[in-house]
């Protein structure tokens, strides 16, 4: 049984960064990526860069790394603009966003729901029309920063939209972290019944420690594409209080326990995970990078013993 992973550190992780990582350890980071096996790789924001500094140089990101044939390279476009400046850098595939819920859309990308739907179904027709891959995410599902409680009546909307504009799936997004595995279980159940599991991903932060069991819970509703994130690396600068995505290594730790294909190899995952926690100058929150310092630590005191 395969799992589709779709590694957002380079994107949903770097946008939430206080400090501004350089361009050249962002192409290390995504060129280690590719190099452990991730096939979808998320590698930067076609957004405006006076929301997010932090992505400002997409482009020089883009045109910096050593593309791979296998490797599928996306970026976020909430508008036109964004999707002129994604098609000059040659993207093959981009992915538009917004929320279920009506405040965090406009906080995040400063339009109502009605507004944002036009804009988006431009960009999809128009990057559709140049060959171009789009995917959907739906923010604040299992709550909103703002709101409290998200409707289902909503989330079924706004993906129905997505996916009716020729989004090629969408991605449910608990931007937010406050998912638990019954309410995972309630709301993709009526998901996939509406939609089908292929045309649907899940995307969990792990603010509250839930992250791994809610993909244990989208699992078991059929779900076979989870986003994730080098480190655990993360956040949304408009939603307060957002964590860092599930760790991509505890992840594929997990899913690998399970019985389920990843492709990934875990030695260069862990390499590429240590890679932007020494570039970043602090301990990331993935529990197998830890594991796997503790365990280097040890074999080290035990060399250190014999000699
Ligand atoms: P706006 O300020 O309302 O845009 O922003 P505007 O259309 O009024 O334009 C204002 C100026 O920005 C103009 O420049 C535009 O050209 C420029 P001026 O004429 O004043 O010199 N501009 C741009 N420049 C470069 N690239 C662009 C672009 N667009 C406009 N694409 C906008 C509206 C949507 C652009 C803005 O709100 C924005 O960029 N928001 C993005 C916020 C964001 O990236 N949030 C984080 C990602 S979402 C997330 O993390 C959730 C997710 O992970 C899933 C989950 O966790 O649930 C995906
Ligand atoms: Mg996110």
């Not at 989330?155 to 009716?164: F, N, P, R």
Request: charged fraction near 20%; glycine fraction near 10%.
């Amino acid at each position: 049984m395969e799992v589709r992973i779709y590694e957002v550190g380079p994107r949903d992780g770097l946008q939430n960064e206080s400090q501004i990582v350089p361009t050249r350890v962002k192409i290390g980071l995504i060129e280690r990526l590719a190099d452990a096996g991730l096939r979808w790789i998320e590698a930067s924001s076609f957004v405006n860069p006076k929301w997010i500094p932090q992505l400002a140089d997409a482009a020089e990101v883009l045109a910096g790394i050593r593309q791979q044939s296998d490797v599928t390279y996306s970026a976020l476009v909430p508008n036109l603009r964004g999707l002129e400046r994604a098609t000059q850098a040659g993207m093959r595939e981009i992915a538009v966003f917004m929320s279920a819920s009506e405040t965090h859309n406009q906080k995040n990308i400063n339009k109502s729901i009605a507004e944002t739907l036009p804009v988006l179904a431009e960009v999809v027709s128009r990057a559709s029309a140049s060959g171009i891959r789009v995917r959907g995410y739906v923010s604040t599902v299992f709550g909103c920063p703002y709101e409290g409680e998200v409707s289902i009546t909503s989330t079924l909307k706004v993906t129905e939209s997505l996916l009716a504009m020729g989004v090629y799936e969408v991605s449910i997004g608990d931007t937010i972290g406050v998912a638990t595995p019954k309410q995972v279980h309630e709301i993709f159940s009526v998901l996939v019944k509406e939609f089908t599991t292929e045309r649907l991903a899940a995307h969990f932060h792990d603010t509250r420690g839930t992250g791994l069991a809610n993909v244990a819970a989208a699992l078991a509703e059929g779900i076979r594409t989870f986003d994730s994130s080098i480190g655990g690396l993360g956040g949304c600068p408009y939603a307060p209080g957002a964590a860092g995505n599930i760790s991509t290594e505890d992840l594929v730790y997990m899913l690998t326990g399970m019985g389920y294909q990843t492709g990934i190899d875990q030695e260069k995952l862990a390499g590429a995970g240590s890679y932007i926690q020494q570039a970043l100058g602090r301990e990331l929150p993935s529990k197998m990078l830890k594991a796997c310092r503790a365990a280097a630590d040890g074999t080290l005191q035990k060399e250190g013993n014999q000699s």
